[in-house]
């Protein structure tokens, strides 16, 4: 889905600047508009846009969204920040205070706040934050400009690292999003920003557009970024849920996803373990010094009977309540598997949650192996069946509800952080060809 982020500067109120966005929309293929000072605050309805419904906003931050898809849900925890659920997706809209130092500070305080309370969710930061992340981001002239404080970029920094972002537009040499001219000087600043959750950098594109504040059709004075997300909007039915944590606990999930997901079907039939299971037990279990097993997304359970046989107390959790393997009241286990799973799940927020699931069994200092279908595999298959793109993989079956995506070991570790775990220092490689794996470890503390 590629969004447009946009400080339009009160103007979209004037037919000629309307006229000239929406041409600007379609020709990018736009899907939603994220505007900061979109109209006049004291306009009491929101221009309307062609092609555009309305989702939500006032005159300091709003949303539109193609007329094709269907609106996320829109709030506002400060008039300084909108918060939308675009499906697996949370965006954080910011239109940070255009004349203090100090208030943008406090405000990214807030923010670092907003996004902990989020608990590893993938988040989108994006807007005008009236401020130059680095000095070489602000000049005044040909000199550095002072107008972004030391404290500002200290708390932006603990944003960043706190919740895990990277900013998609810093370039070795800076792409103003904003220039005017001040007492004869021209000032120059990257404050129109991005800033995305790392593991999603590599399936997301982000490019600043100058024409709409250059050009011959331009209609404010600020850059765009078009932000192009691994997110496929379709219509929503919020009561649905897939193998998230309201699911698997029985507790309340903000994440939304929906039954026409079926992963249970891709689980295989098999009379005898797998070799990702044998692996575990000929390779792993001795030098971790494994006696609990519990294969968490377990299917039909095949590779239980496999763990029980080496001398292993195990048990099998799949939510699909049809292959008969309850959530256990046990937790404290050694080691969990999740063998191709997280490939079957269509977002990473839903990835991120079932590894918190699964972590939520180990006992402190224990150990959860994960094992998924490689990039490659998936490329491969979908290139010969002809999958639809659906998120950040692939419709394997559209009618039966069956999604892939391959995820490399790089990948497990990133979701792994989110999840609170870590890479397991001196765990034995398995000899897995064909597939990609990750040991991880759950924190004592």
Not at 187 to 216: I, N
Not at 281 to 294: K, N
Request: with cysteine; glycine share 8%.
């Amino acid at each position: 889905m590629l969004l447009a982020s946009i400080n339009l500067n009160r103007r979209l109120g004037a037919v000629g600047a309307r006229s000239n966005l929406a041409a600007w929309l379609r020709e990018h293929g736009v899907k939603a508009v994220l505007a900061q000072e979109p109209f006049k605050p004291a306009d009491r309805r929101p221009p309307s846009l062609a092609g555009f419904t309305f989702a939500g906003g006032d005159g300091h931050l709003a949303v539109w969204t193609s007329e094709d898809i269907a609106p996320p849900a829109v709030s506002s925890p400060a008039p300084w920040v909108q918060r939308i659920e675009l499906e697996w997706l949370l965006v954080l809209q910011v239109h940070l205070d255009a004349y203090a130092g100090a208030a943008r500070a406090a405000q990214l305080a807030e923010l670092t706040a907003m996004t902990a309370a989020e608990d590893g969710r993938p988040l989108l930061l994006c807007g005008d934050f009236n401020l130059a992340p680095r000095p070489e981001d602000g000049l005044f002239g040909a000199e550095t400009s002072t107008f972004t404080t030391n404290a500002e970029r200290r708390m932006l920094r603990q944003l960043m690292l706190g919740a895990g972002l990277v900013d998609t537009t810093a370039e070795t040499a800076p792409a103003f999003t904003f220039e005017r001219v001040f007492s004869g000087k021209p000032s120059r600043f990257r404050c129109d920003l991005a800033l995305l959750s790392d593991h999603l950098a590599a399936t997301a594109t982000v490019t600043p557009d100058a024409t709409v504040r250059t050009g011959e059709r331009a209609f404010t004075d600020h850059s765009a970024l078009l932000i192009d997300l691994p997110v496929t909007g379709r219509a929503a039915d919020p009561g649905d849920v897939l193998f998230a944590l309201s699911e698997l606990t029985g507790k309340d999930s903000a994440a939304p996803a929906r039954r026409e997901y079926q992963p249970h079907k891709t689980a295989m039939s098999r009379q005898a373990p797998s070799p990702a299971s044998r692996a575990v037990t000929e390779h792993l279990t001795g030098p971790l010094r494994v006696r609990s097993v519990l294969d968490h997304g377990c299917g039909r359970g095949a590779d239980i009977a496999h763990y029980r046989s080496t001398g292993l107390y195990a048990e099998g959790f799949d939510p699909h309540e049809a292959f008969g393997w309850p959530r256990p009241e046990r937790t404290g286990f050694d080691l969990i598997t999740s063998m191709f799973v997280l490939n079957v799940l269509p977002d990473p927020w839903q990835r991120i949650q079932v590894l918190k699931d699964a972590a939520s069994f180990a006992r402190p200092g224990g150990h959860i192996v994960v094992v998924t279908r490689s990039p490659e595999e998936i490329a491969k298959a979908a290139a010969d069946a002809g999958w639809a793109a659906h998120h950040d993989g692939f419709w394997s079956s559209r009618s039966r509800g069956t999604f892939q995506r391959g995820i490399d070991s790089g990948e497990i570790m990133a979701l792994a952080r989110r999840a609170g775990l870590a890479p397991a220092a001196g765990a034995p490689v398995l000899p897995l060809p064909g597939v990609c794996h990750a040991v991880l470890t759950k924190p004592r503390t």
